[in-house]
């Protein structure tokens, strides 16, 4: 089991950038893919971003595309999602997760919430003038 903690979110205009991180603590960070998934009200959780387990590989939504970059630090244990030109669509809770599976290459698969089983409380990020 790893622990997660999200951290960074707020209110922010349109046009802004936030950047949203998460803290891991348990079993080996470094070992496993991370993504970033958001969820608004009276809709479905849905994809963001994903990172492999090395930190070179990433997933983007096409949402995400061009304005949202995911990293992590595997010294630190953290994985960050900064975010740019952001919109009013943008606002959401956004979790963070681990997947289940260590050493897996990134997929099709890690845009998929059951590919994950381990997820932060989440952030909220409020895009609003």
């Known amino acids: 089991q790893v622990q997660l903690v999200e951290s960074g979110g707020g209110l922010v205009q349109p046009g802004g950038s936030l950047s949203l991180s998460c803290a891991a603590s348990?079993?080996?960070?470094?070992?496993?893919?991370m993504g970033w998934f958001r969820q608004a009200p009276g809709k479905a959780r849905e994809f963001v971003a994903a990172?492999?387990?090395?930190?070179?590989?990433?997933r983007y939504a096409d949402s995400a595309k061009g304005r949202i970059t995911i990293s992590r630090d595997n010294t630190k244990n953290t994985v960050t999602l900064q975010m740019h030109s952001l919109k009013p669509e943008d606002t959401a809770v956004y979790f963070c997760?681990?997947?289940?599976?260590?050493?897996?290459?990134?997929?099709?698969?890690?845009?998929?919430?059951?590919?994950?089983?381990?997820w932060g409380q989440g952030t909220q990020v409020t895009v609003s003038s």
């Open positions: 990172i492999n387990w090395r930190g070179g590989s990433t």
């Open positions: 997760a681990a997947e289940s599976s260590a050493f897996r290459p990134l997929s099709i698969a890690h845009t998929m919430s059951s590919t994950y089983d381990n």
């Open positions: 348990g079993r080996t960070f470094g070992d496993y893919a």
